[in-house]
C-alpha cells in the first residue's frame, strides 16, 4: 500500500478492528498491514464522530459476547456440579469465566487486578467478623 491511499472500506476494517483489540499490532496482524499504516490510520481517524460510535457499538457487542460466554461457562459448571456422570475440567471452566471478565473490564475501563494490600486493621477486622480472634 506504500504511497497509495488506503481504501474506505480498508480504513473501516481497521478501525474495526482496533475499535475491539486496541492494539496497533493485533489490528496490523488481523488484517495482514504494516503496523505504521495502521497506527496513522487510527491516528487520523479516531477523533472523527462516526468512528468514536463505530468504538461504542464494538465495545457493547463485545461485553454482550463476553457476557453470553460467561454465562455458558457458569451454566456447564453449575451442570458438572450437579451431574457426576459428566467430566469437564473446572480449571478450564473458570479460566474462561476469569479471561471474559477480564476482558470485558478491560474494555469497559475497570480494573481487572487488585493492587490495595490488605492488612492492619482491615485483616483484624475480617478476623473479627468471621469468628476468629487475631493473634498480634
Known sequence: MRGKKTPPEVVYQIMASWAVTKNY??????LDLPVST??????GHIQEEKF????N??????IKRADSIVNKAFDRL???LDDKDKYI??????????TMTDKRLLIEGKPTDRTEVVGG???NKLAELAGYERKQ
Open 78 to 80: 453449575e451442570e458438572e
Open 89 to 98: 475440567p473446572v480449571n478450564h471452566l473458570t479460566t474462561v469465566i476469569g
Open 38 to 43: 495502521v497506527k496513522k490510520i487510527v491516528d
Open 57 to 62: 457499538e464494538k465495545e457493547e457487542d463485545f
Open 52 to 55: 468514536a460510535k463505530l468504538c
Open 25 to 30: 499490532r493485533e489490528t496490523a496482524d488481523n
Open 121 to 123: 486493621d482491615t485483616l
